[in-house]
């Protein structure tokens, strides 16, 4: 019963946390700070279990630096509950200008038993570890293009500039900085340690995408992975990076929803008969949103399959295939025309990234199925994704409406039958 259950809003941080108890029939909460540590977690749940007197426990905190470390702890403690909450989704009042941490731990106190509070879904401390490995990655590549932007910033201040089509870091621009020479010494010096940064940032990023390669052959992510390098402009790493940061498509009933979770959603504020449209959200994961705008910058080119992608495809799910040759067709068409019309190429690729969103949550919806498909050869993967290439009388139509609605079609059925 909800009357008998003990509230617990948790004010967390590094090294102390902020306790603030709901009791059964109480209504002013009971405060109190302890240390952040294995001890002091286990005299908490083995005190809040015997004032509970057997009735339930349940303890909610921020997701914040703390990660989930503190709701492992807490469980494995005792029998409670513990839940991480959404910080960005509390309801906040506008006239509040006192913030304590005995606030804010009452705050969450009230707010959870009043069933105010969104909660987040946390992830195994497998794919908490394969989570950070993808952003471990991120972050090296982010290292790598700091450490490049360094140099050609000093060389343009010693007046060399690189003049040729081809684009920088290409062939020819690093041998162009091979032939680059200085007369002073010391430029000499900070060219080498420029130069010298650039190369063990590219060796660790070579080394972290060697790592994912290894991750994505785990069981967990294997079949996954591979159905999602189905897709033009997704390898192993953005496949990675999606499958990790979701942690589960089931999560979200359409992809509607998890367009919405990534951020990729236009901003609406709405007021009587005003209506005003902005940019994206960009709430939510923006991991995975940078990595599906990369892969959208793909469907600017004429459809088509290559060597890698053909192999790639070698042995999949029909389908998988199909879903993935429908957004290829759809997705270079709705790039074109709306390049065509005038528009912006960043909202050209953030429209297109949203629907590709879509058709990989129907691709990773195929396990579902109560029969798996046949598997398409690389031969007959290559001329279904030809013929799938526009055409200039193309019909303004889409079948991932019909994919959608098939899939709840058949989500209905196995509802009734079980």
Known sequence: MKGCITWVGVDAHKKTLVIAVLHPGRQE????????DERSIRRLVRRLERDAGGGEVRICYEAGPCGYALQRRLEAAGPVVCEVVAPSL???????????????????????????LTMVSPPTPEQEAIRDLCRCREDVRADLGRCRHRLVKML??????FNSTSGLWSAAHRAWLAAVSFENETDRVVFAEYTLAIEQAERRLTAMDHALEQAARHPLYREHVAWLRCFRGVDTVIAMVFVAEIHGVDRFESPRELAAYLGLVPSVHSSA???????????????VRRAIVQAAWQYGRRAGVGRKLRLRREGQPESVLTIADEAQRRLTVRFRRLAERG??????VIAVA???VGFMWAALREDRQPARHRVR?????????MSAAPRSNARRTTKF?????GQRREARKEKRAT
């Open 90 to 116: 509390i309801p906040r009042k506008p006239g509040e200008r006192v913030k304590t941490d005995r606030r804010d731990a009452r705050k969450l106190a009230e707010l959870y038993r009043a069933g105010m």
């Open 401 to 405: 409406s019909k994919i959608e609605a």
């Open 156 to 161: 343009v201040r010693r007046g060399h500039v």
């Open 354 to 356: 949203r629907e590709l």
């Open 29 to 36: 909460a009971e405060e109190f700070t302890l240390e952040n």
């Open 343 to 348: 528009k912006a190429k960043n909202k050209v």
């Open 273 to 287: 008969d005003t209506t005003r449209r902005g940019g994206i959200t960009k709430t939510g994961n923006g991991h």
């Open 377 to 385: 050869t690389s031969t007959q993967a290559s001329g279904a994704a």
